[in-house]
């Protein structure tokens, strides 16, 4: 059984880390009102007024399916910001029970670019996590303030840069080179569907408004699905005989007895039933796939995905945020969120706020121009 949080908590490590945190909320305060300062200053000039205008002048209206990617990929970056304020991240078992697991089953390279990160981080525990903290919550705070603004995408860029760190050191890529990743735990990694969500972003308003965007969520989100069945199903993976495992850590994770229960007896079914369990699961994701590719953005598509989503963010990845250890939501949920973005523009709905045009027909009937762009964009289906 897994050695519990606390024991692994030092007091006086917590308490030099809230004092540093505190000192810190100051200065960035300060700073924040010096920049607000600045900028009420220059703007009361002419000069400097015309070369603010491109940066402050508010953007237009996006769709809505951009707003929603947008807005979510903020709260999770807020959020993970919040969770490296928990006691054990300035402490050993930050690195004891969340990094140098990653080590497992890595090339040997990969354990020397691990060892290095783990080697800086041990050095300055506290000053790593306090930074840890200000840089996502600040990515977090970038995008939801410059939502409407030029100066937001700079949050988007951060999340490109910081999060390919993040997916390096803090996730070990995904696991994708261990030969046992697993969609059900969580690979590829929600950092990389950070990134993913980052990049469709900051592509042009034009491909969200043409429907290019959900055309490329749709297949995307297929062979997402598909190649998760087969690397599930791989003879070398080991989940033929062992699944359980995964089940197993999620479980004895410090959290309520009502969401542990049902995993406890995931973890005893698929231990009793290993080929059976690992067969039900690839089925299950290649069946998502599948529907991805042969009816895409259809209701019962949405209905399938929701729920084999459901199952994996409570049973194979326990919500993410419960030990004391949690550093992000998990994979689950950002896929959900690129889910409903590809949605909202296949229902016609993807469009500009005050450039509505024309009567609205139900969802996926294909009566507006937004709709049939999105079919045009994903091409024949069989």
Known sequence: MAMPVQTMVSPHVTALFYHDLWWSLIAVLSTALMVLGGVWALRRLDDATAVLRPVLTPLAHRTRGYRWLYWGLGAVWILDGLLQLQPAMPNSAFLEMVITPLLSGQPTWMIHVLGAGIQRWSEAPVMANLAAVWIQGGIGLVLILGRNHRWGRLG?????????????????????LTGSASWIAGSPGSVLMYMVSAGLLLLPDRRWRSGQVTAVLGWGLAGFWIVGAILQSRPGSGYW??????????????????????????????????????????????????????????????????????????????????????????????????????????????????????????????GTPEAAAVAAALGPRP
């Open 156 to 176: 988007l860029w951060a999340t490109l840069g910081w999060g390919l760190v993040v997916w390096m050191w803090g996730e070990g890529l995904g696991g994708l």
């Open 241 to 366: 005989r062992h699944l359980s495992p995964i089940f197993l850590q999620a479980a004895e994770n410090a959290q309520p007895a009502w969401i542990s229960r049902p995993i406890y007896h995931v973890a005893l079914w698929t231990a009793l039933h290993g080929p059976l369990a690992n067969g039900v699961a690839t089925v299950g994701l290649l069946a998502v796939g599948l529907a991805w590719l042969w009816r895409p953005y259809r209701r019962v598509t949405g209905i399938l995905t929701g729920v084999i989503l459901a199952a994996l963010w409570w049973l194979g990845q326990d919500f993410g945020v419960f030990g004391g250890v949690g550093t992000d939501p998990q994979t689950a949920p950002v896929l959900a969120l690129l889910m409903a973005a590809g949605y909202a523009g296949a229902s016609g709905g993807d469009v500009a706020q005050g450039a509505r045009t024309g009567p609205r027909t139900s969802p996926m009937g294909g």
